[in-house]
């Protein structure tokens, strides 16, 4: 179904609910958006046609479809007990349905933490399950570009103790002379600082949002200045960042 994204009911809830309906009617109105598409109350609906009960209902216009996605969630999580299984369950396809929201976002809707919401989201896309995508939409609408993972780490020396010495492949690849290998460790250094610097001044470019927004509402001038320094100091990361991306 569209919007059902909980597990189903347990006999034992099933048939409480179904008691209940048959004594009192449906007391809360399911949810449809404006196709008639059932948003909440599927279990409602399922009972009151199999015992020829009248099923009120309110429609839901103009909502997008992430918002519609949202509000399933909430509503059912509010008033189901899951197990932690069951709610990680919930973290995927929230993830699979709308891969552009921020994992705060569907930590938010499926009631775990952020980081929670991160690691499934990083599993699933390893497997391919969801695009890789360089931006994600918060709960305030704002879109934002997701900071670049540090390099991988290339192997230790462990990993290469064992290995044989190829004296023609070491003359033919420039990577291998003594020269050049030891430049290699401080340039992936300096990448890794640039994009650890460029997160660290997005985070902290919306949390002054923030401030902006409680603090300075009435002081125009003074929130425009503090938002152009802001945007100035994250674009400069950028570009920085963007000149040693193209030359590695």
Known sequence: MRYQYMPPLSPEEYAELESSIRSHGVMVPILRNGDGVVIDGHHRLRIAESLGVACPAEYLVGRSESDLRTLAFELNLNRRHLTREQRRDLVVESI???????????????GVDHKTAESVRASLSAT?????????????????????????????PAATAGATP????????????????????PRTDVVSTVNRALQRAQEAARAADEITRQHLAGRTSEASAWSRSLAASLESLQRLQGLLNGES
Not at 131 to 140: F, K, M, S
Not at 166 to 175: A, E, L, M, N, T
């Open 96 to 110: 699979k349905a709308d891969p552009q929201l921020s994992s705060r976002e569907h930590g938010r809707r499926t």
């Open 166 to 185: 190829d004296h023609g492949d070491r003359r033919q690849d420039p990577y291998t002379q003594p020269a050049v290998r030891a430049q290699q460790k």
């Open 128 to 156: 391919g399950e969801i695009p890789q995508l360089d931006t994600r939409t918060g709960a305030d609408g704002r879109t934002r570009v997701v900071p670049p993972a540090p390099p991988a780490p290339g192997p230790g």
